[in-house]
C-alpha cells in the first residue's frame, strides 16, 4: 500500500532540478563533519569548491547582484569579481556550515514552476530541532539546471540583499569599491587561509 505514495518522492528525488540542491546538501553535511573532525578551513573550502561551481550560476547571481551597473564594469574588473565572488560565496557557506551536530537536509518532492525557472524547497534542520526553510530558484544554463537564487524562510532573496549590500561599492564604470569590499570578506570569513 505504501508504494503508490513512495513513487512520486522517488521521481521528484531524481529530478534533474533536484540534483544540484541535492548535491549541495550532502556536500554542506560532509564539510560539517569534516569541521567536527578538526579539518582546516583551506580544506573544507577545497571539499566545497566543486560542488558549489556546479551547483550554481555564480556568474548570472552576481551580474543580478549588481544590477544595472554590471554592463559598465569594465572587463577586467568584471574577471576579479567573478573569481572574487566565487571565493567569497564557498567562504561563506563554509564558515556558516563548520561543525555536525546531528544537523540534516529534507527535501520538498514538490518543484514548483514559475515561469522558466523551478524552485525547490528544503528543510534544514540544526540543533535542538530548529529548522530553516530554503527555497532555491533553479533555471537551465548550458543545458543544465543550476541554482540562481537562495530564499530564506521561503520569502528573503540572497540575490536581492546582496543587491542591497554592493549597489553602493559600484560606481558607473568602476566597482574597485566592491573588489576591495570583497576581498576583505574572504579574509575575514577564512581568517586569511584563502589568498587566491
Wanted: charged share 20%.
Amino acid at each position: 500500500m505504501a508504494l503508490p505514495f513512495a513513487l512520486p518522492a522517488a521521481r521528484a528525488a531524481a529530478a534533474p532540478e533536484t540534483q544540484p540542491v541535492n548535491a549541495l546538501d550532502d556536500a554542506l553535511i560532509a564539510t560539517m563533519k569534516a569541521g567536527s573532525a578538526g579539518k582546516t578551513f583551506s580544506a573544507r573550502y577545497a571539499m566545497l569548491k566543486p560542488v558549489i561551481e556546479k551547483s550554481f550560476d555564480l556568474r548570472l547571481i552576481l551580474q543580478n547582484s549588481a544590477g544595472l551597473l554590471w554592463s559598465q564594469i569594465p572587463a577586467a574588473q568584471k574577471t576579479e569579481l567573478e573569481k572574487l565572488f566565487r571565493q567569497y560565496t564557498v567562504a561563506t557557506y563554509v564558515s556558516n556550515f563548520n561543525a555536525y551536530a546531528g544537523q540534516h537536509f529534507t527535501t520538498n518532492p514538490d518543484i514548483r514552476r514559475t515561469g522558466n525557472a523551478r524552485v525547490v524547497s528544503t528543510t534544514f534542520e540544526g540543533n535542538g530541532g530548529k529548522k530553516v526553510e530554503l527555497a532555491y530558484v533553479m533555471r537551465q544554463s548550458g543545458g543544465v539546471w543550476k541554482i540562481t537564487d537562495v530564499l530564506f524562510d521561503g520569502t528573503i532573496s540572497k540575490v536581492a540583499t546582496q543587491r542591497s549590500d554592493f549597489s553602493g561599492l559600484i560606481e558607473p564604470g568602476n566597482a574597485s569599491r566592491l573588489i576591495d569590499a570583497l576581498k576583505a570578506k574572504v579574509a575575514s570569513l577564512s581568517g586569511g587561509a584563502i589568498k587566491d
